[in-house]
């Protein structure tokens, strides 16, 4: 008999992918650092794809994770992670949708974008804890445009909570890339949290720098709220929210990849204004 490792019995596959969710699904362990900030009101109303709308809070989330996933039982997968979050609002339920999601590791960009619909990049990500100092920095294309640093104060306690994420699922269109073939889908990313450690980080700072391919600098920092740092357990799981129509989506796409045909667009600020008229 000759082993073809391409193809997959499909009866031996349902039953492995069955007991692999009867398990828990993806279980990590986890150390993150979290910063909040606000920035324009017109910038968040700008980034959010419809159905999504803004909040009312001017909010981004700015995650780093140290991570090691247990996809089976046998596998161990090691990886850090960042994700970029913006507060939205989805028929009146609160989550973040994701701007940006760089990470080390081929296997975690390709689940994550091919399953979630995750905007998941390959990038260098530094998670570093010396004692109570904390430092951690994303690099693409040679550039480091962002990083964080801190130290870990007064502890919060152990929380259990359930945070939402949203993303947008599609397959560009294969003719010119514009357009979609097939539907669109609006995602929810259902992330149960389970820290047993949870502390205040002190003397926070988050630098942005310039970045062609990721330009998170275009959505500037106005108040740093806080900065938390944890150590706990995830369990990730997903779920379809709805179809949408692929134009609602299409001037956020290229977002997904390292390059910007037109420039990006001009938003009119009401801060700018301010000064203007002073």
Not at 13 to 21: G, I
Not at 53 to 70: A, D, N
Not at 92 to 107: D, H, K, N, S
Request: glycine fraction near 10%; aromatic fraction near 10%.
């Amino acid at each position: 008999m000759a082993k073809l490792r391409y193809v997959q019995d499909v009866d031996k596959l349902k039953a492995a992918m069955e007991a692999r969710a009867s398990g828990g699904g993806l279980k990590n362990t986890v150390q993150t650092l979290r910063a909040f900030y606000e920035t324009d009101p017109e910038i968040v109303a700008a980034l959010l794809p419809k159905p999504l709308k803004p909040t009312g809070s001017p909010t981004i989330l700015v995650q780093f994770s140290y991570v090691e996933m247990r996809p089976t039982p046998d596998k161990l997968v090691v990886s850090a992670a960042m994700t970029v979050g913006v507060e939205a609002d989805y028929k009146g339920r609160t989550g973040w949708y994701v701007l940006a999601m760089p990470m080390g590791g081929e296997f975690v960009v390709i689940s994550g974008r091919e399953r979630f619909g995750e905007p998941k990049k390959l990038a260098d990500v530094q998670f570093t804890k010396d004692g109570d100092r904390l430092h951690v920095a994303c690099t693409r294309n040679g550039v480091t445009f962002v990083e964080l640093e801190g130290r870990i104060g007064e502890s919060l306690g152990a929380k259990k909570f359930t945070e939402n994420l949203f993303c947008y699922k599609a397959m560009p269109g294969i003719d010119n890339g514009f357009g979609f073939d097939g539907d669109v889908f609006l995602t929810q990313l259902n992330w149960d949290r389970d820290w047993d450690l949870h502390h205040v980080v002190t003397g926070g700072t988050v630098t942005l720098r310039e970045s062609a391919c990721d330009p998170l600098v275009d959505v500037p920092v106005r108040k740093l709220v806080k900065m938390e740092y944890s150590e706990g357990r995830s369990l990730t799981g997903g779920e379809i929210l709805e179809k949408v129509p692929g134009e609602w989506l299409q001037p956020f796409w290229f977002g997904r990849y390292d390059e910007n045909p037109t420039g990006g667009i001009e938003i009119a600020l009401a801060s700018e204004a301010a000064l203007q008229d002073a």
